[in-house]
Every structure is written in C-alpha cells, then in structure tokens.
C-alpha cells in the first residue's frame, strides 16, 4: 500500500524555521522523486521543492531559493524540506507527492493520482 505522511508543520514567527519530514511507504525512493508542494486558501498549489536522490537532482522554486533545503535519508524512506527566514508568504498546507522524476515534479504539468499525495501538513508564520 502506497502511503506518505507529513510532518512538522506549525506556527513559527516570521524569520524562524521549520523542518518538515515526508515519511513514504509501499515505494523506495531510489524510484521516484519526491515533490514538495504549498495551498493557501484561495490559491492554487505550487510546487516548492523536489529531489531525486537517485540521480542527485534538486529542484527549488525561485522564491524560495536560499532559504529551503530539501534532502532525503534513503535508510528510512523519509525526505525533509528544511524551511529558514521563514516569511508569511510561505503560509499554507504543506503536501508532499511521488513523481518519476524531478523534472515532472518541476514541470507544472504532471499531477500524481491521490494515492500518491499525503494529507499534508500545516504551516503558518505570524507577521
């Protein structure tokens, strides 16, 4: 059975940090990317960031270059999205999803079937 789970969301104040964790199940990730994608209320979801620790591709979206980190630890099947100078633009539900590669998770165009998505996690940074 295909299963991720997040973790780590919260509240944090402007310019704090948050790690969260991406706990995949039912897949290894020597398989697949993973993606890290955001929703505000009222807003379309983006994608954050994407890594394939198989072929050592990362991928960030460019407004959140320099302040998130994504990384994997294959032994426990669990990606990590490191999130610093945490800014109110960067509230939202917090969703990480399976790609076969880093360039899908990246494109805009290609969308995993709900098996493959978590429940996501909550992030809100007071102003």
């Known amino acids: 059975e295909v299963q991720l789970v997040e973790s780590g969301g919260g509240l944090v104040q402007v310019g704090g940090s948050l790690r969260l964790s991406c706990a995949v199940s039912?897949?290894?990730?020597?398989?697949?990317?993973i993606g890290w994608f955001r929703q505000a209320p009222g807003k379309e979801r983006e994608g954050v960031s994407c890594?394939?620790?198989?072929?050592?591709?990362?991928y960030y979206a460019d407004s959140v270059k320099g302040r998130f980190a994504i990384s994997s630890d294959d032994a426990k099947n669990t990606v990590y999205l490191q999130m610093n100078s945490l800014k109110p633009e960067d509230t939202g539900r917090y969703y990480c999803?399976?790609?076969?590669?880093?360039?899908?998770?990246?494109?805009?165009?290609?969308?995993?079937?709900?098996?493959?998505w978590g429940r996501g996690t909550q992030v809100t940074v007071s102003s």
């Open positions: 039912g897949f290894t990730l020597n398989d697949h990317a």
């Open positions: 999803a399976a790609f076969p590669s880093v360039r899908a998770c990246s494109s805009g165009t290609y969308y995993p079937r709900s098996e493959y």
């Open positions: 890594i394939d620790s198989h072929a050592r591709t990362t």
